[in-house]
């Protein structure tokens, strides 16, 4: 991919010598781009029911590996919340965390679309997912966000995090959702997550 720039008003064209694409993107007198480029534009889905129910268990990641050279903007996570099986009266809680480090270890990696066929179709992040947990290094403390069903007699729950602006994974960063406390039996969660990656 070729990028031209003009020194005057710094303007920039970035040509995909292959498809015949071309983005411009703009930039203050920092340097800074005012309208960001995409290297691609993927997309999935997942359903877990969770088998392991002790409090903190990892069950959904997304992670941006350490030498991919690029960054991860994370546009949407939604998560329905329902339940499968004999109903029971107590709630199912789920936290949204950070992590850095290693990649997850454990589970099946779920591949992500690019929605996008002009663009890479490839992704560097990754998407691990696991009923009976995952292992997650680099944790933070403080949730993101939390999301949870008051009881399995309560019909399905969303849980959405699409922030105004997308959050950016550094290679090495992740994010993940665990349990925040003990969940019930039979407690499902279908997710949905999309995201850009580039520079």
Same mark, same amino acid.
């Given at each position: 991919m070729a990028l031209f720039q003009d020194p005057d008003d710094g303007t920039s064209v970035k040509v995909d010598s292959v498809a015949k694409a071309a983005r411009v993107i703009q930039y203050d007198t920092k340097g800074n781009p005012i309208t960001r480029g995409f290297d691609g534009d993927y997309f999935g889905r997942v359903l877990l029911v $969770? @088998?392991?129910?002790t409090d903190n268990i990892a069950f959904h990641a997304l992670y941006n590996p350490t030498g991919s050279g690029k960054r991860v903007f994370v546009r949407k996570l939604e998560y329905? &919340?329902? /339940?499968?099986?004999? !109903?029971? !009266?107590?709630? +199912?809680? /789920?936290? &949204? @965390?950070r /992590?850095?480090?290693?990649?997850?270890? #454990? #589970?099946t990696q779920v591949n992500a679309p690019?929605?996008?066929?002009? &663009?890479?179709?490839?992704a560097v992040g990754y998407s691990y997912v696991s009923d009976a947990g995952i292992v997650i290094a680099?944790?933070? %403390?403080s949730p993101l966000t939390t999301m949870g069903i008051q009881n399995q007699l309560t019909v399905a729950v969303f849980g959405r995090f699409d922030p105004p602006e997308p959050l950016v994974l @550094? $290679?090495?960063?992740? &994010?993940?959702? %665990?349990? +925040? #406390?003990?969940?019930?039996?039979?407690? %499902?969660?279908?997710?949905t997550f999309h995201w850009s990656e580039g520079v």
């Open positions: $969770p @088998n392991t129910l329905i &919340l329902s /339940f499968a099986g004999t !109903a029971a !009266a107590s709630r +199912s809680i /789920f936290k &949204l @965390n /992590f850095s480090g290693v990649a997850p270890s #454990g #589970g690019s929605s996008d066929t002009v &663009l890479d179709a490839v680099g944790q933070e %403390s @550094n $290679p090495g960063q992740g &994010l993940v959702v %665990s349990s +925040s #406390g003990a969940i019930v039996a039979g407690v %499902s969660m279908q997710g």
